[in-house]
């Protein structure tokens, strides 16, 4: 028998919305700061999930270990929160499934990484702050993912029991913190997914490539 599903929750970068382009603005913009040329586009984008720590990587070739990383790290935090919402919007398919959801009486929620000081004013940009049952950032509670601990916090805001609910993400800290809470996992392959992923040793108990699928794949499979 199906196992009753009474909510889904989604990672934010590279799950349920395409913030990519907006992190890789603000790469470029601190790259010209610093009298660099540009990075393409196709260069940043599977990174992203990484947060500050991997653009500064690609962007700069420093890491945490570095004497400036954390002034670079503020600069960048600093230009990508003035360009938050430029072109970040939800992935195509997502704002229909969120739709069905609603109609369907699923709660859905949002558990990440991204720290609250960003998460907050991108969801109100995106009129998503009040549409979600629960917003849990990589701030609000310790440990992050992939311990389970945020999803487990998701899921006692929103009323929510974890062996009921979907988890949503496109790297392997995601997958990881919903088998430890118990939840379904779907590996979003449309997200930012790196050459060096290998995404079969992650055991997600279903692997999208596109948004769209969740509607019908979820339904067949977990409803």
């Not at 913030?19 to 660099?36: C, G, K, S, V, Y």
């Not at 004013?121 to 549409?131: Q, Y």
């Not at 009921?164 to 392997?172: K, R």
């Not at 596109?210 to 409803?223: D, I, N, T, V, Y």
Request: charged share 25%; proline share 6%; glycine share 8%.
């Amino acid at each position: 028998m199906k196992p009753t599903i009474k909510g889904v929750l989604f990672d934010l970068d590279g799950t349920l919305l395409d913030t990519a382009p907006d992190m890789a603005l603000a790469l470029n913009i601190q790259r010209e700061l610093h009298q660099l040329a540009p990075l393409p586009y196709s260069e940043i984008r599977p990174y992203v999930s990484h947060g500050a720590i991997a653009m500064l990587r690609i962007g700069f070739g420093i890491d945490t270990h570095d004497t400036n990383f954390n002034a670079m790290r503020e600069q960048y935090l600093h230009i990508y929160g003035e360009n938050i919402a430029v072109r970040t919007k939800l992935f195509d398919g997502l704002a229909e499934f969120l739709h069905k959801l609603k109609t369907a009486n699923i709660q859905w929620g949002i558990v990440t990484n991204k720290p609250e000081f960003l998460t907050k004013p991108l969801l109100n940009a995106l009129g998503l702050d009040k549409e979600a049952s629960t917003v849990v950032s990589g701030d609000t509670i310790e440990p992050r993912k992939p311990n389970p601990a945020p999803l487990f916090a998701a899921c006692k805001e929103a009323g929510l029991i974890p062996t009921q609910c979907i988890y949503v993400g496109d790297a392997e800290r995601d997958i990881a913190a919903g088998r430890a809470a118990g939840m379904k996992t779907v590996l979003a392959k449309w997200g930012y997914i790196t050459p060096d992923d290998d995404t079969d040793r992650w055991e997600a108990d279903l692997t999208l490539e596109q948004p769209r699928e969740l509607m019908s794949m979820l339904a067949q499979k977990f409803g």
